[in-house]
């Protein structure tokens, strides 16, 4: 071998110990690096309690991890929502662009999460809703990198169609907000109330987040249905329960609803929400282990009772976890990330569940009867229902 030959060798293996050596660092610390979390959600508004509970929940889950995700240290980047859909795309985009989040986290309102979902898609950025049941969000638009820890708005109505007619009722009024979650949630309880036989006789609506009720409620009173449906839920729900009943119309025309009507406000909505009957994927009194760990651990640390949207937090934080500890915290094989997340089995409050093809979770609805400050579970409306999915071509 020539003295020049054996030089360039050394060369070439001076050259290629020192890419190793300059990359080995780089690599380890794209590992280590913190992860960035965006939180978008509703921390003032008539929401402002579920977007609390919501970051709550999270962060009982995470301090359940070591304050760890995928073995990286974890930074939060907060904006306030306000569910104000005009904002969103803006809000959305500070996260992403400026920002650059590894995951958005969000949201509470149907219509802000849309704006969410687009920005998603359009950038390939990991996200988990916690709350909004937007149908389309896990249907139409669905996608690989978009998940949710909660519900479509379709879940929690479609059981109360089938249990109110079950209950002898036939003829129902519907009242609700005008806006994607309200008018969802209507449509699915009347698609399986009149599938049973029952009747619709009036849907009524008002602009989200209006609580000027005393209208409808004097129309409600003059059109005497057998019993009312509504979606209503934060400090709406509160006023709307409390109107109901100071009109005299709570013993005389039984009201129901998807659960979020009494979830999260029994304490102020008081004597008027006793015995109201609801359908929603978790209760208070759900008899498991964890229900009990996390309800004492949450309640221990922020003072109050935890509710369904602490739940959706704390199942949104133990997705994560479970999904990056699979791939070691790293978002280098996205199909290797999202397959993990598929697969990770949620050990919820609410019960066990898992994860559809469409990214919903396939979980019990349960019936729930107010009593004192509680949601308690008195049956299983529907077991391990599964959203229908219409549209949703997951592209790989
Ligand atoms: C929604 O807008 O999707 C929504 C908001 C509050 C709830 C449930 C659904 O409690």
Redesign the pocket.
Same mark, same amino acid.
């Given at each position: 071998m020539t003295t020049r030959r054996r030089f360039v060798q050394q060369l070439g293996a001076l050259a290629s110990a020192s890419a190793v050596g300059a990359l080995a660092p780089t690599f380890a610390r794209a590992q280590s690096a913190k992860l960035r979390v965006g939180l978008m959600l509703p921390y003032t508004g008539t929401?402002a309690a579920?977007g609390t509970a919501i970051t709550q929940g999270f962060n009982i889950a995470l301090e359940e991890n070591g304050g760890k995700l995928g073995g990286r240290d974890v930074e939060f980047f907060t904006v306030d929502d306000e569910s104000e859909p005009a904002k969103a795309t803006d809000n959305a985009n500070r996260l992403v662009q400026r920002d650059k989040v590894d995951v958005l986290i969000g949201t509470?309102?149907?219509g802000v999460v849309m704006a969410m979902v687009k920005i998603a898609r359009d950038t390939g950025t990991l996200l988990v809703i916690p709350?909004?049941? *937007?149908n389309a969000a896990t249907r139409s638009q669905c996608a690989p990198n978009i998940f949710r820890t909660s519900f479509t708005?379709w879940q929690p109505a479609h059981p109360m169609g089938k249990v109110m007619y079950e209950r002898g009722h036939r003829k129902v009024v519907t009242l609700t907000w005008k806006y994607?979650?309200g008018e969802e949630s209507v449509e699915s309880f009347k698609e399986a109330f009149t599938k049973q036989g029952g009747a619709i006789v009036k849907e009524m609506y008002l602009p989200f987040p209006n609580v000027e009720f005393q209208p409808f409620i004097t129309e409600i009173a003059s059109l005497r249905p057998d019993a009312v449906f509504v979606f209503f *839920?934060?400090g709406g729900a509160v006023k709307f329960t409390k109107d109901y009943a100071a009109a005299g119309l709570k013993d005389k025309i039984p009201l129901y609803g998807s659960g979020?009507l009494t979830d999260g406000t029994l304490e102020a909505q008081g004597a008027s929400a006793q015995g109201l009957l609801t359908t929603l994927h978790y209760g208070d009194g759900i008899e498991n282990a964890k229900n009990k760990q996390f309800r004492y651990a949450y309640g221990k640390k922020y003072g109050v009772q935890a509710d369904v949207y602490a739940v959706q937090g704390y199942d949104a934080c133990l997705l994560l976890a479970g999904g990056l500890a699979a791939v070691k915290g790293s978002f280098g094989d996205k199909k290797a990330l999202y397959g993990a997340l598929e697969k990770v089995k949620i050990d919820s409050p609410r019960g066990v569940w898992t994860m559809s093809k469409a990214h919903n979770p396939i979980q019990d609805i349960y019936l729930r009867r107010v009593e004192g400050n509680a949601n308690q579970v008195i049956g299983i409306a529907w077991k391990a229902l599964d959203d229908p999915a219409n549209g949703c071509k997951m592209q790989a």
């Open positions: 929401y579920l509470v309102h149907s709350n909004a049941g *937007a708005n994607g979650a *839920a934060g979020f």
